[in-house]
């Protein structure tokens, strides 16, 4: 049987191109992007830290490289990619992980080497890079700030070494940002053009923590029994926070329908445009344009009772998962209608009151959780994606009835996809689009857990 950390080599083995990461097995589970048996058959604890190792070295691949760089005498490309792999795992273990000794964590990785066919011939130089690594002496201090010799994993915390080998904070500090942060330098550039770099280098440290899962709940009092870990949410109303992890408990509480999993953030654009249309006339027929796996769309089932919700995607797949889970929690005003039928909905049923547009975007505020998406920022076809979002937006408004609301949201912190195109629209528009209320979230920039939210973008159109 594969232990957790076989499981987490196979994975990261199909990682051979910087902004491919591979896909995710689900925490959980082990069913979704990668649901094979072998990961499936891991006993939860130790699904639970094979996870933590995927997901970490992808979120820390950046420093990882870095670091096992200043050991090598060649180019760390030039060695096979299982060599590769094994070195990211026990670096990983070494420098950020925690819980493995240092003699473990060496002793383990070279272990693996010895059993795998491709990498057998170099389990000597993979011990060497390792004891390398410890001989760094890396250790856990208070966070003091930059430095050539250390790197932060949280706000509170940094990792000192006993050698300088990151670029100069001061003259290159690009360079250092995208070493110590583990980011690609056109992300840490991208950042610095939009913010101040003190902005800059606290997001992109927010993107290097664990995430925290937060859920949403639909009713004031919430029967959450202790064991379920919960609390209150610092700022969002009728939101908690898994303070410690997911489990059981929170499990039952979310296929009861009690509570839903989502951000505050993500929440916002509902919310709001329930506190407009308070003082008007309820919405009576609601689209969601881009369902997906329809989050949002029960939220605006819940939201609004009386209204009939149309979920559409072109993923009828998702649009079957999300009619499943809304039968299983017992909401019976969602519809599914793929993108494709949409204007046969319509013909029938007329425009709508109400029109959600979540659009597909960069990820640039939620890269804490989708931890492949630095990478992929690099090669992402911004113009298409712009236009994408742009027609999609395009596409919601002229749904609407006369005098009905649009909502726009994204989970961006690129102004081109949220400020920017919305005032495009508006101007482009021929009926005419006025913007009563706009907001944009940075993620939140501390280690509180009860405080913790997402970054993202809204607007609300009449």
């Given at each position: 049987?594969?232990?957790a950390?076989?499981?987490a080599l196979?994975?990261?083995?199909?990682?051979?191109?910087?902004?491919?990461?591979?896909?995710?097995?689900?925490?959980?589970?082990?069913?979704?992007?990668?649901?094979?048996?072998?990961?499936?058959?891991?006993?939860?604890?130790?699904?639970?830290f094979?996870?933590?190792?995927?997901?970490?070295?992808i979120?820390?691949?950046?420093?990882?490289?870095?670091?096992?760089a200043?050991?090598?005498?060649?180019?760390l490309?030039?060695?096979d990619?299982?060599?590769?792999?094994?070195?990211?795992?026990?670096?990983?273990?070494?420098?950020?992980?925690?819980?493995?000794?240092?003699?473990?964590?060496?002793?383990?990785?070279?272990?693996?080497?010895?059993?795998?066919?491709?990498?057998?011939k170099?389990s000597?130089?993979?011990?060497?890079?390792l004891?390398?690594?410890?001989?760094?002496?890396?250790?856990?201090?208070?966070?003091?700030?930059?430095?050539?010799?250390?790197?932060?994993?949280?706000?509170?915390?940094q990792?000192?070494?006993?050698?300088?080998?990151?670029?100069?904070?001061?003259?290159?500090?690009?360079?250092?940002?995208a070493?110590?942060?583990?980011?690609?330098?056109?992300?840490?550039?991208?950042?610095?053009?939009?913010?101040?770099?003190?902005?800059?280098?606290?997001?992109?440290?927010?993107n290097?923590?664990?995430?925290?899962?937060?859920?949403?709940?639909d009713?004031d009092?919430?029967?959450?029994?202790?064991?379920a870990?919960?609390?209150?949410?610092a700022?969002?109303?009728?939101?908690?926070?898994?303070?410690?992890?997911?489990?059981?408990?929170?499990?039952?509480?979310?296929?009861?329908?009690?509570?839903?999993?989502?951000?505050?953030?993500?929440?916002?654009?509902?919310?709001?445009?329930?506190?407009?249309?308070?003082?008007?006339?309820?919405?009576?027929?609601?689209?969601?344009?881009?369902?997906?796996?329809?989050?949002?769309?029960?939220q605006?089932?819940?939201?609004?009772?009386?209204?009939?919700?149309?979920?559409?995607?072109?993923?009828?797949?998702?649009?079957?998962?999300?009619?499943d889970?809304?039968?299983?929690?017992?909401?019976?005003?969602?519809?599914?209608?793929?993108?494709?039928?949409?204007?046969?909905?319509?013909?029938?049923?007329?425009q709508?009151?109400?029109?959600?547009?979540?659009v597909?975007?960069?990820?640039?505020?939620v890269?804490?959780?989708?931890?492949?998406?630095?990478?992929?920022?690099?090669?992402?076809?911004?113009?298409?994606?712009?236009?994408?979002?742009?027609?999609?937006l395009?596409?919601?408004?002229?749904?609407?009835?006369?005098?009905?609301?649009?909502?726009?949201?994204?989970?961006?912190?690129?102004?081109?996809?949220?400020?920017?195109?919305?005032?495009?629209?508006?101007?482009?528009?021929?009926?005419?689009?006025?913007?009563?209320?706009?907001?944009?979230?940075?993620?939140?920039?501390?280690?509180?857990?009860?405080a913790?939210?997402?970054?993202?973008?809204?607007?609300?159109?009449?």
């Open positions: 049987m594969l232990t950390r076989d499981n196979r994975v990261l083995g199909r990682w051979h191109v910087l902004s491919e990461p591979p896909m995710l097995p689900d925490r959980v589970s082990g069913t979704g992007g990668m649901g094979d048996e072998a990961w499936a058959s891991l006993a939860p604890r130790d699904r639970a094979a996870f933590d190792l995927v997901t970490g070295v979120r820390w691949r950046g420093l990882l490289d870095h670091v096992i200043s050991r090598l005498k060649q180019p490309d030039s060695l990619h299982p060599v590769q792999v094994l070195l990211w795992l026990g670096a990983y273990q070494l420098l950020l992980q925690g819980g493995t000794s240092d003699y473990a964590a060496v002793d383990t990785t070279v272990d693996m080497a010895k059993r795998s066919k491709t990498a057998a170099a000597g130089l993979i011990n060497a890079v004891r390398g690594i410890t001989r760094f002496n890396p250790a856990r201090v208070p966070r003091r700030g930059l430095s050539r010799r250390s790197f932060e994993i949280d706000f509170a915390t990792v000192d070494l006993n050698t300088a080998i990151f670029p100069d904070p001061l003259t290159a500090p690009t360079s250092h940002l070493a110590t942060r583990s980011h690609p330098r056109m992300y840490v550039d991208f950042l610095r053009r939009h913010f101040k770099d003190d902005l800059a280098a606290k997001l992109l440290l927010r290097n923590q664990r995430p925290t899962i937060t859920l949403r709940a009713a009092a919430v029967d959450a029994p202790a064991m870990g919960l609390v209150a949410h700022s969002a109303k009728r939101f908690l926070v898994a303070a410690e992890g997911w489990n059981q408990s929170i499990d039952t509480l979310v296929n009861k329908g009690i509570l839903s999993p989502q951000d505050p953030t993500s929440a916002r654009p509902v919310r709001a445009a329930a506190e407009i249309l308070t003082a008007g006339t309820p919405p009576k027929r609601v689209l969601d344009l881009c369902a997906g796996l329809g989050t949002k769309s029960i605006l089932a819940r939201t609004f009772p009386d209204a009939l919700i149309v979920s559409s995607d072109t993923d009828v797949a998702k649009l079957s998962r999300l009619m889970r809304a039968q299983k929690i017992g909401i019976k005003n969602i519809r599914s209608v793929s993108a494709n039928d949409l204007a046969s909905e319509i013909e029938v049923g007329g709508f009151d109400l029109v959600l547009v979540d597909p975007c960069s990820n640039t505020g890269m804490g959780k989708r931890v492949q998406s630095r990478w992929r920022w690099v090669t992402l076809d911004h113009v298409s994606l712009h236009v994408l979002q742009k027609n999609l395009t596409q919601g408004a002229a749904y609407l009835k006369t005098g009905g609301t649009l909502i726009y949201s994204t989970c961006s912190l690129d102004p081109a996809e949220n400020e920017k195109l919305i005032e495009e629209l508006a101007a482009e528009f021929p009926q005419g689009l006025k913007v009563i209320k706009e907001e944009s979230t940075l993620p939140s920039l501390s280690d509180e857990i009860a913790t939210n997402d970054g993202g973008y809204f607007a609300i159109m009449q």
